[in-house]
C-alpha cells in the first residue's frame, strides 16, 4: 500500500517536486494573528531509499466537512412531542367534527315549525362545548407540533470540520542504471 | 382547498341559528341568541319580541270563569259533531268554564274532549263538572295523540247521563310557568258526544 502511495506520488507530484528548488522559502508570519506552521516532519526514511529532501508543506490545506448525525435519544424525544401534537391535534379534529355535527342538527336554513326542546339544547350545547374543546386541543397540537419543529432546528447536531495540513517529503532512491523518484505524504 | 377545509371546520363550530326557525319550547324555551315572541309563539331575536297577547275574539267570552258563567255549548246531539273553539287564559285569568246539556233520550252517551295548548307557556287541564259543581273526570294523555308543532295535547273521554248538564274548566295546570312568567295560553278545544264503544 505504502508503495503503491509511492508510486502516485511520483506521477503526481512530478511537477511539484520539479518546481521544488523553485519556490521561495517559507515567508515569515505576515501578522501575529498568523497560526504559526505545524512543526516540521522528521526526514522520511525509506528501507533502500535516502532521504534527499525534508518534508514540505503543501499550499493547500484539505477541509473535511462532516455532519453529525441526532443521537437517538434527541430523535425519540422529538418524535414524542411532534406526535403528542399530532395526536392533540387529532383529538382537537374529532371535536371540530363533533361541534360541527351538533351545529348543523339546529342550523336550520327555513323555518322547521318545530319546537326548541331540551334536545335541541343538548345539541346547541354540545356544539358550543365541542368547538371549546376543538379550540383547546389545537392550540396545544400546534404548540407541541411548533415546540418540536424548534428543537428540531436549536438541537440540530451541526457539522464538524477537520482541516488537514499535507505535507510530502520526495524521495530518490538509486536503482541498477538509474534512481526512482517517489514522495510520502503525511497529514 | 386546504384553506376551505379549515374554514369549514372553524366554521362548523358555532350554530347559527335562524331567526324564526322554531317555535318556542316549554317555559319559552329558545336557542340563547333568540327569546321567544309570545304573539306568534316563535323564537325570533330579542329585538322583535312581543309580549303575550289573546288572539282576537277569543275574549269576548269573559267573564266565563264560573260553570254558571260559562259559555254554554248549544244544539248537541246524541251522537254530536264536533264543537271546536279557540279560547285563551290571559295573564290573570284563572279559569274558562263551557257548559253543556246532554240531549234526553240517548240510551247511552260519552263526552270526548280535546285541549291542545302552546308547550311554550303554561300547561292547561280539563276538568268535566256535574251541574252540583262536583269534579267528575280530569284529562289524560290522548290515544293516537298527534299535536300541532310546538303544541300539547290533552283528553278527556266520560260517560255521562243523558239529559245532564255539565260543565267543563279549563285552567292552569302548574309548572312550566317560565317561574311565574308564563302563565298564560292559548288553546283550542274540541267537545264531541258519543255512543260509547
Known amino acids: ?187 | 382547498m386546504r384553506a376551505l377545509f379549515l374554514i369549514v371546520l372553524v366554521a362548523g363550530c358555532s350554530p347559527d341559528v335562524l331567526s324564526g326557525a322554531y317555535l318556542c319550547g316549554p317555559n319559552e324555551a329558545c336557542p340563547e341568541t333568540q327569546a321567544c315572541d309570545e304573539p306568534t309563539n316563535s323564537c325570533v331575536v330579542p329585538s322583535r319580541v312581543s309580549a303575550f297577547s289573546c288572539p282576537s275574539g277569543t275574549e269576548n267570552t269573559e267573564p266565563d270563569n264560573t260553570q254558571p258563567t260559562g259559555t254554554v255549548i248549544a244544539n248537541l246531539e246524541c251522537v254530536s259533531s264536533q264543537y271546536s273553539d279557540a279560547g285563551c287564559l290571559a295573564p290573570g285569568d284563572a279559569q274558562d268554564w263551557l257548559q253543556f246539556t246532554v240531549p234526553t233520550g240517548c240510551p247511552a252517551v260519552e263526552v270526548e274532549i280535546r285541549i291542545s295548548y302552546k308547550v311554550a307557556f303554561e300547561p292547561l287541564q280539563v276538568v268535566l263538572h256535574d251541574a252540583t259543581g262536583a269534579q267528575l273526570a280530569t284529562d289524560t294523555a290522548c290515544k293516537n295523540s298527534d299535536p300541532g308543532q310546538g303544541e300539547d295535547v290533552r283528553c278527556l273521554t266520560q260517560t255521562i247521563i243523558s239529559g245532564g248538564s255539565y260543565g267543563i274548566e279549563i285552567k292552569a295546570a302548574g309548572g312550566d310557568d317560565c317561574d311565574g312568567a308564563c302563565q298564560f295560553n292559548r288553546y283550542t278545544i274540541a267537545v264531541q258526544l258519543a255512543t260509547p264503544s
Open chain 1, 1 to 187: 500500500m505504502r508503495l503503491a502511495w509511492i508510486l502516485l506520488g511520483s506521477l503526481v507530484a512530478t511537477p511539484a517536486f520539479a518546481a521544488e528548488p523553485a519556490l521561495p522559502p517559507p515567508a515569515p508570519p505576515p501578522t501575529p494573528t498568523e497560526p504559526t506552521p505545524p512543526p516540521a516532519l522528521p526526514l522520511v526514511t525509506m528501507p533502500g531509499m535516502t532521504p534527499e529532501y525534508p518534508p514540505q508543506s503543501m499550499r493547500k490545506d484539505i477541509v473535511v466537512t462532516t455532519d453529525r448525525d441526532r443521537d437517538s435519544k434527541n430523535i425519540a424525544i422529538l418524535a414524542s412531542i411532534a406526535g403528542a401534537g399530532a395526536i392533540l391535534a387529532g383529538v382537537g379534529v374529532y371535536y371540530n367534527l363533533d361541534s360541527q355535527d351538533a351545529a348543523n342538527a339546529v342550523s336550520p336554513r327555513m323555518p322547521t315549525g318545530a319546537a326548541w326542546t331540551a334536545d335541541r339544547q343538548a345539541d346547541y350545547d354540545r356544539a358550543h362545548e365541542s368547538g371549546v374543546k376543538a379550540g383547546i386541543f389545537y392550540g396545544l397540537g400546534g404548540a407541541a407540533l411548533i415546540t418540536a419543529t424548534v428543537m428540531f432546528i436549536v438541537t440540530a447536531p451541526g457539522s464538524e470540520t477537520t482541516v488537514i495540513h499535507p505535507h510530502y517529503a520526495p524521495t530518490v532512491a538509486p536503482t541498477p542504471g538509474g534512481a526512482m523518484l517517489g514522495g510520502t505524504w503525511s497529514f
